[in-house]
């Protein structure tokens, strides 16, 4: 029998995916779904020519050097922050994400978090079990408004297009945007949303929603002088990575009331929390969860084995962040 092209799983994942790549590969899985070292990764990585990593395990150049068979990295994510592309590109490596296939599940779930954020949903929940509720008050809780708000936009991707469309047809917001890059006016006028500069969406956003990519071009892209921007009675929703908010920043603001309130799906130190932000009451914090229902979950899987599959038989990805640029190892 010939030799299958030997692949790490890195985190487990659904057996019905791993059962699809054991049809191609020698698949080594982490069915215990332990967080391994850099030193644990490279050292399973001996050998393999392709990974499927869950977003996490960073990708740079010590690594390829260290793992000279190694041809594509997939990982199950959107976001390749962790991929150094310009390392993996000059070794050679290609490096493949997981788009599309997540943009409605996490877009509904910006949804969800900037309706609980402004409307305090988890503040008034533990009011509630924690037994403190003693008679019904006029300003109980009272938050803001989501419906008719101004939403701003940071980082009009994909995902960021997903969440004004909701934004504009379902809850009559005027949706206003910063990108590096405008979109068409086709696009514009489809999404009913208007581009302004970075210091105009800061200042006239009701509610910001943060859905651009992560790199150190956009780290603590909100700081402590953007949040001073921002209206008092403004929400801040992140849903890209916990490196775009400057977290010490953003937990005095909190404090002193300078915004309303603020609510994290993703962190600096995940999934270790910046300590401060468990003392405020106004914010809302979720554990990276906003791609996660189960199908959605199921097809990103797909997507990064289908990559690697796709790759390895056929060589060529179906998302590659770094194709044409490298010369394949
Ligand atoms: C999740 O954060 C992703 O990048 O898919």
Redesign the pocket.
Known sequence: MTQRPPILVTRAVFPEVVASLREHFDVETNDADDIWTPAQLIERLQGKVGALTS?AERIDAALLAACPELRIVSNL???YNNFDVPAMTAAGVLGTN?PDV?TETTADFGFALLLATARRLTESEHFLRAGQWKKWGLDLFAGADVHGATLGILGMGRIGQAIAKRAAHGFDMPVIYHNRSRLDSATEAKLDARYVSKNELLQQADHLMLVLPYSAESHHAIAAAEIALMKPTATLINLARGGIVDETALVAALRDRRIAAAGLDVFEGEPKINPALLTVPNVVLTP?I??ATLKTRRA?AQLAADNLMAYLTKGAALTPVNAGLIKPR
């Open positions: 977003g994510a959107v976001g997981a997540l990276h906003a791609s990103m």
